[in-house]
């Protein structure tokens, strides 16, 4: 499915997508959350040291793409990082 808006089902979707995404990394987290500010999308993170750690990316690179690839996009090049916090 691609993209073609940022709503609230499309949110849903991507915070999906990323769980699936952080699974089958073996990536483990408390909690993860996926908002919009303005322009950027933000993924929260909250691993083991219970803070929230925040990414961001641009709305307008979603457009047109579909929901798999948005997440490993933003996911793959933080995953040494996410694997400290895990």
Not at 3 to 21: C, N, P, R, S, Y
Not at 59 to 77: E, F, R, T, W
Request: one cysteine or more.
């Amino acid at each position: 499915m691609n993209i073609t808006q940022i709503d609230q089902q499309t949110l849903k979707l991507l915070h999906k997508a990323f769980e699936i995404v952080l699974n089958e990394n073996k990536i483990s987290f408390n909690k993860i959350g996926i908002a919009e500010e303005n322009d950027q999308l933000l993924f929260l993170y909250e691993g083991k040291d219970e803070k929230v750690h925040v990414f961001k990316w641009s709305k307008s690179s979603c457009i047109g793409a579909s929901i798999g690839a948005i997440a490993q996009s933003v996911l793959m090049p933080i995953l040494p990082h996410l694997r400290l916090l895990s």
